[in-house]
């Protein structure tokens, strides 16, 4: 209480001068902070001005306070901007603008309702923010409101304190008296809850506060206070809290409180008289490890105490020590199991904090919990032991060597969390900074867990499962190695000989790129150093011992450097790696890889994994180990590097990638060896010693030979020779000594040899030098290779070989490039090798390879001839082609696996097959191979097995693709043949697969772009993308492409193939389905339309030829209604072209003509039929010849095959009122020929077959017109009336022909279809030179007479009967119209007794009408 009473007096008494020191502060602050502007009377001074950041810090604050005032948007946003402007700037707030933010933020703090409790948070954060540049205005408010209501401060307002210590805690260090004194006063009116917490939080961070200042004292701008002064003003505090809320039963009352006791006992350690009851209290804080579910509070809180007794330098009771080493080491591996990051590095801060203090101790407890504790002990105390590696103290490292030791025996430990553990304390050990030899042992177990944990995979196999645990512990090794101080003093001699060593074992070439990037830097060390020939001197001799070769190293490297996968880096690093080491490997390397490497780490640059061509990169580093090679003149350190890949190919793995790349590089070193015997020795030992049934190393046999003849072309082929002849030699004797099975074996055998020794002729050839190849590769190695094959049976392996080989040398000889003159000779042999393997070779079992095998030995010289390619293209499509389907081969296979392997292999022969046809077109010389080709698809375009078009089609498309892009393997074939094409390709397109119609459109677009082309038509561009859009997911789009593309395409058929493509589309319509012949109509269709103006002169043929597919095709309707479309254009040539037909029709003739007449074209032909029928014959009616002579045969059947169409027309038309309205013009006609026609047979020409047709009374089928015609246009009693009164019968009489022509005069008459125009085109037969036109005429005027009573006929008369009329009027026997009849004629009696009263009726008809028309007048 004195203490409290000496401390608010004395505060009293420095409360007023310190407000004005406050003020006066803030004043020369913001006086430093801006300069104001001159006053006004200031005239001549100059004028300040304020900071522009300044000005923007004022603006912001000002704006956002009036924000808060105003109550404006968010105000826990506006808050924390408000605090992000305090925080961010070093302005200074003028006094107004402070005391307002001040006010309004306690204001909502303090505020009961209506404010939310994250804007009181934001209000309370904002005043710790304004502390940092106005921290006397805030504390001061803050106090005010702490002693000011006499009863427990607000719960946000004591926060705000305890945030104000924690923030300043320095700055807090005069206020600490009158904050514990005004919370000693509110003290007894706290319960649990929140309130308990703040208050628990001001004297925890408070206290830590002074704690900080009793470390730091020197720092605080204020005079220098006493520990006495401040353990006087906690204590009662802590002796209050002691008393009363030790014992709450809340865990989060009781973490509060632990925070508050600890952090208050750390102030009260520094005072002698308090420590014992510090003590005590220490021990109750231990208790509550077995209280609280929560430890992590409770290790920090202990953590605090225990730095504060370093710092304090106080020893520790025995008692309390070991109560808190128990405490501790209780919780460690609770903590290690379960905690987090956190708690574990308190937990092994307050241990290394035990350590330091009592070192012994902790020693032997670390060794217990090494050798003999749980697995979470363990791993606790190697974290503990890392941590003590990094320590400073002498004390503590002094133990480390013992501890070291015991940890060794935890390296084979089972457990992944110890080897990780043990693993991390390698870490922290290697980055001690340890001078002594011992703590770099551990670089091996790091190398050794690597290999440990990688060897699990490698084990599996490809398909081995990976435990997550060993991925991790990879992935920490390589983290160990990689962050490695290379720097520090002597690691380079203790590092080089440990780290190099590891580097050739292939079960540390994952640790690769942190090796690297180690060596690299020791590389360089050494040489600033200048300790090359230091080396030896620097380790021992076992360690010297266990270094690896030049050559080891220089072999490893490429191996790695070589492998694409599984990353670029590891390749990078090894090359990198390579050229650090290139000294130690051997010294005449440096200037070679000094160039050579930087271009291998440059083509690597901004290549992934899938961008990297394998293939390429290993060519490349080939030829990089063969260009290191050249300048290295020692024989024996070449031979050496031989004998090394030779040691390494009996380690690695049998078929591996590493094994086939150690084979091309020891051939590569054999090349460029210059020990001729060594590389003739390794040569045949191989050729000897391998074994051809292993796959892997027949292929690296081949390998090593075929590089090593690189150089050695002679030596290596003679050396291949000489054991092929011995091998020769023995086959057959062997083959014909022992038991069926040892035979049987033996022949296996022999034949995996003999096609061994095939391929390595050919690759003998591959690498064999340019400028020899040629002088040996016709007999010497395609003779030995065709030898080798020559078999009675041979079996699958013999026949890849001799596919492969003959592909290889016929390539090599291509690469030599101009071969002048050379001509392979056992081209022919070889060609028909491979021809007569096919024809005999079963379908399921086709050798994939075999038509590029012909493509490549077709392309060299002598080329084949017309007939050979024919053969050639004929077998391989008929071997391909007519495979059988995929559920076919399903059903034939054992297992769907090897049905699926077939369809594979059969569709790589169809695209090998493809690119063979490509071959020919482009080596053919004319285009006649385009044809050929297209010939022999054509079949397989038109089968009936729907896999056979599939199959077709898709050679078709890769062929017209090739030609589309190169149009000089067409020579102009494909505008000669497009409308075939389009033809045959069109029926496609609506095929029943969907592969089939969408590689026919492709097809179609392909010849569409070629023809465009070819044409120069200026819409190409558009034609291409029309022919992009076929790509379209979208089934709409599809199907509107397809017909632009249709219509494109038929408007690019030039009108000379207009008959062409007919013919090749109609083909199709013999054997399609309903779906093709869909297409095929549309297509028809569509060209009949859009080529009707460019295919005029082609009419004919097109009709004949739609005519032809009538008589042998079932789809009629359709074709019916193609020559309708072509008769709506071209009515003129079709019905012509018709007309040329024979006389006797037949069923497709007389169909064609009755479909035209249904149409609605019908009025229109038939009244084309009439006009020739008028015009037929007419330049022969004015002679005077007989009547034989005057109608020639061949105008005989032009008129009655013309009256033959108008009869099955006028038969199917359907309009009467159309017929009635041409019946003037069509009955004169008719009747005209029919009065011709009397008079007996005829013997009429047959054009088309120069043939004699004997036609019985011909005039009989004019009259068959007439009647038909009649019938449609009267009704059906004059019909009836015609029949009874024998018309037809006497018409056909020339004797009775007038009668009947009267008879039917009459019934026209009164059937009302006599018009003026029928009368009018019957008048000139009264002069007509014919006799039988005048004899009916006048028979047809007589009967007119007879019924000119009728009102129906007096119209007639006047206006058209007086022409005829005068010309009865002259002598009808010498003059008339009768001169030149014989009397006694039919009808010759009837005109004098007929004129007078045809010329009386008409004079009386005259003055009737004349008389009527006056009267009217």
């Known amino acids: 209480m004195a203490f409290a009473w000496r401390s608010s007096v004395s505060i009293r008494g420095i409360l007023l001068p310190m407000r004005r020191m406050r003020a006066l502060r803030a004043l020369c602050s913001c006086v430093r902070s801006q300069s104001r502007p001159a006053r006004s009377e200031d005239r001549g001074g100059v004028t300040g001005t304020v900071p522009a950041a300044v000005t923007t810090f004022v603006a912001v604050g000002t704006s956002l306070l009036k924000r808060l005032q105003d109550h404006e948007g968010d105000r826990v946003e506006t808050y924390r901007e408000l605090e992000s402007v305090l925080w961010g700037d070093d302005g200074c707030l003028t006094s107004g603008v402070v005391n307002r933010l001040i006010a309004e933020a306690l204001s909502d703090m303090r505020a009961a309702q209506g404010v939310t409790g994250d804007v009181k948070m934001a209000a309370s954060d904002v005043l710790v923010a304004l502390a940092r540049s106005h921290f006397h205005f805030v504390m001061s408010e803050l106090q005010s409101h702490l002693k000011a209501m006499r009863k427990v401060p607000d719960e946000i307002v004591l926060l705000t304190l305890g945030k104000m210590a924690r923030s300043y805690a320095l700055r807090c260090i005069p206020f600490v008296g009158m904050t514990l004194l005004a919370l000693r006063t509110v003290l007894t009116q706290v319960g649990s809850g929140e309130v308990l917490h703040a208050i628990c939080s001001v004297l925890e961070q408070w206290s830590k506060g002074v704690s900080t200042y009793l470390c730091s004292w020197e720092q605080c701008p204020f005079p220098r206070k006493g520990v006495a002064q401040f353990c006087e003003a906690i204590y009662p505090v802590f002796r209050y809290v002691v008393a009363n809320w030790l014992d709450c039963k809340e865990e989060e009352d009781k973490q509060a409180v632990l925070g508050a006791v600890a952090a208050m006992l750390g102030v009260l350690l520094h005072e002698e008289q308090h420590r014992e009851q510090t003590w005590e209290q220490l021990l109750w804080l231990l208790q509550q490890y077995q209280e609280v579910r929560d430890n992590s509070r409770l290790t920090e809180s202990l953590s605090y105490v225990l730095e504060i007794l370093e710092g304090v330098q106080t ?354 070193v054999l090349a460029a060896c210059q020990d001729l015997r060594h590389v003739q020795g390794q040569v045949l030992r191989f050729l000897q010693e391998t074994n051809p049934v292993e796959l892997s190393e027949a292929k690296g046999m081949i390998s090593v030979v075929s590089h090593a003849a690189e150089s050695h072309f002679h030596l290596v082929l003679g050396t291949v020779t000489m054991f092929s002849a011995a091998f020769t030699r023995d086959w057959s004797r062997q083959a014909s000594t022992g038991w069926e099975v040892q035979r049987r074996q033996k022949m296996e055998r022999t034949r995996t040899i003999r096609a061994a020794l095939m391929r390595t002729y050919s690759g003998i050839a591959l690498h064999a030098p340019k400028e020899q190849l040629l002088t040996c590769v016709d007999k010497e190695i395609m003779g030995n290779i065709l030898r080798l094959s020559r078999d009675k049976e041979r079996d699958l392996q013999l026949k890849l070989a001799l596919v492969q080989s003959i592909t290889e040398v016929s390539c090599a000889i291509q690469a030599v490039g101009d071969c002048g003159s050379f001509e392979l000779s056992l081209k022919q042999e070889a060609m028909r090798t491979l021809l007569d393997w096919i024809k005999r070779e079963p379908w399921d079992s086709l050798v994939y390879g075999v038509f590029q095998a012909l493509e490549e030995l077709s392309k060299l010289r002598p080329p084949l001839s017309r007939k050979e390619n024919g053969n050639l293209l004929a077998v391989c499509c008929q071997s391909v082609l007519s495979h059988p389907s995929e559920e076919q081969m399903k059903k034939g296979r054992k297992s769907v696996r090897a049905a699926v392997n077939m369809e594979l292999l059969h569709r790589r022969g169809m695209e090998d097959l493809g690119h063979l046809i490509e071959t020919l077109l482009e080596a053919e010389a004319t285009s006649a191979c385009f044809c050929k080709v297209f010939h022999v698809l054509k079949g397989w375009l038109t089968s009936a097995k729907e896999w056979e078009r599939e199959r077709a089609l898709r050679v078709c498309t890769h062929v017209l693709g090739a030609c589309k892009e190169r149009c000089e393997l067409t020579r102009g074939c494909p505008y000669k043949q497009f409308g075939s094409l389009v033809g045959l390709l069109g029926s496609l397109t609506s095929d029943c697969l969907d592969t089939c119609h969408q590689r026919a459109w492709v097809c179609l677009g392909y010849l569409l772009q070629m023809q465009a082309k070819s044409m120069k038509v200026p819409q190409a561009d558009e034609i291409r993308c029309l022919c992009e859009e076929l790509n379209s997911p979208d089934t709409e789009t599809f199907a509107e492409t397809c017909t632009q593309i249709t219509k494109a395409v038929c408007r690019c058929i030039p009108a000379a193939q207009a008959v062409d493509f007919l013919t090749a ?173 009397l008079g007996g047979e005829r013997q009429l020409l047959l054009m088309t077959s120069w043939k004699q047709l004997h036609v019985e009374k011909p005039c009989r089928i004019f009259l068959s017109a007439i009647k038909l015609v009649l019938g449609k246009c009267m009704a059906q009693k004059w019909t009836q009336l015609l029949e009874i009164w024998g018309v037809w019968a006497r018409l056909e009489v020339p004797v009775a022909h007038p009668e009947g022509v009267r008879l039917l005069t009459s019934v026209l008459l009164n059937a009302g279809v006599v018009s003026p125009c029928l009368v009018k085109n019957l008048l000139p037969w009264l002069n007509s030179c014919s006799v039988q036109l005048r004899m009916t005429a006048t028979a047809f005027f007589a009967e007119v007479r007879q019924e000119m009573g009728k009102e129906g006929v007096r119209g007639l008369l006047p206006r058209y009967c007086c022409l005829g009329c005068l010309f009865l009027w002259e002598d009808p026997w010498r003059t008339g119209p009768w001169s030149g009849v014989a009397r006694g004629a039919p009808g010759r009696d009837q005109v004098p007794t007929a004129l007078p009263v045809v010329l009386f009726q008409i004079s009386r008809d005259r003055r009737t009408t004349g008389t009527s028309e006056r009267g009217r007048h």
């Open 315 to 668: 020893p520790m009771p025995q008692g309390t020590a070991l109560a808190i080493s128990t405490a501790v080491r209780r919780q460690l591996p609770d903590v290690t199991e379960e905690a987090g990051p956190a708690q574990k590095a308190v937990l092994s801060r307050c241990i290394m904090l035990q350590a330091r203090m009592r070192p012994e101790e902790t020693g032997m407890f670390l060794h217990s919990q090494l050798s003999g504790g749980s697995e979470a002990g363990r791993v606790a105390a190697l974290g503990l032991l890392g941590a003590l590696a990094r320590a400073d103290a002498p004390a503590v490292r002094e133990k480390l060597p013992q501890l070291v030791e015991a940890m060794r025996a935890l390296c084979s430990d089972p457990s992944a969390q110890v080897r990780r553990a043990v693993l991390e304390f390698s870490r922290e050990l290697l980055s001690s900074g340890s001078q002594s030899c011992w703590p770099w042992d551990v670089v091996g177990h790091i190398f050794s867990e690597f290999s440990r944990t990688s060897g699990t995979l490698v084990a599996g196999g490809l398909f081995a499962w990976e435990n997550p645990e060993d991925g991790a512990i990879r992935a920490l090794c390589l983290d160990i190695v990689g962050s490695l101080d290379v720097t520090l003093r002597g690691m380079t001699k203790l590092l080089w000989p440990r780290l190099l060593q590891y580097v050739v074992p292939a079960q540390y070439s994952g640790m690769l790129i942190p090796l690297s990037r180690c060596l690299r830097a020791l590389v360089e060390r050494r040489e600033r150093a200048g300790c090359e020939e230091e080396e030896p001197d620097a380790m021992d001799s076992q360690e010297q011992a266990r270094l690896p070769a030049p050559q080891a190293l220089l072999a490893r490297l490429l191996v790695v450097a070589a492998a694409p996968y599984p990353s670029r880096e590891r390749a990078v690093a090894a090359l990198q790696l390579l050229q650090a080491l290139h000294g130690r490997i051997h010294r005449g390397l440096g200037a070679a890889w000094a160039t050579e490497i930087p271009l291998l780490l440059q083509y690597l640059e901004g290549r992934t994994e899938s961008s990297l061509a394998s293939a390429e990169w290993e060519r490349r580093v080939l030829k990089f180990l063969r260009a290191s090679l050249e300048p290295v003149e020692d024989k024996a350190w070449t031979v050496g590097l031989s004998q090394e890949l030779s040691q390494r190919l009996g380690s690695s793995a049998a078929g591996s990638w590493e094994e086939l790349f150690l084979y091309k590089a020891l051939g590569t």
């Open 1065 to 1237: 589309i109609l083909d199709s319509l013999l054997h399609v389905m309903p779906p093709r012949a869909r297409a095929v109509r549309k297509w028809v269709f569509i060209f009949l339309v859009e080529c009707r103006e460019e295919i005029v002169q082609e009419v004919p043929k097109i009709l004949n030829t739609l005519y032809s597919y009538m008589q042998q095709s079932t789809h009629r309707p359709f074709l019916l209604r193609a020559v309708f479309l072509l008769t709506r254009f071209h009515q003129e040539p079709v019905i012509s072209s018709l007309l040329q037909k024979s006389l006797l029709m037949d069923s497709d003739t007389v169909e064609l003509w009755r479909s035209l007449g249904r149409s609605i074209l019908g009025i229109q032909i038939l009244r084309c039929l009439v006009e020739k029928l008028n015009r037929a014959g007419n330049d022969r009616l004015g002679t005077d010849s007989s009547p034989c002579e005057q109608h020639s045969c061949q105008t005989a059947l032009e008129t009655l095959t013309i009256t033959r169409a108008i009869s099955e027309v006028v038969f199917a038309l359907r309009s009467t009122e159309e017929l009635r309205r041409l019946l003037p013009h069509l009955l004169p006609s008719l009747l005209r020929w029919a009065s011709e026609m």
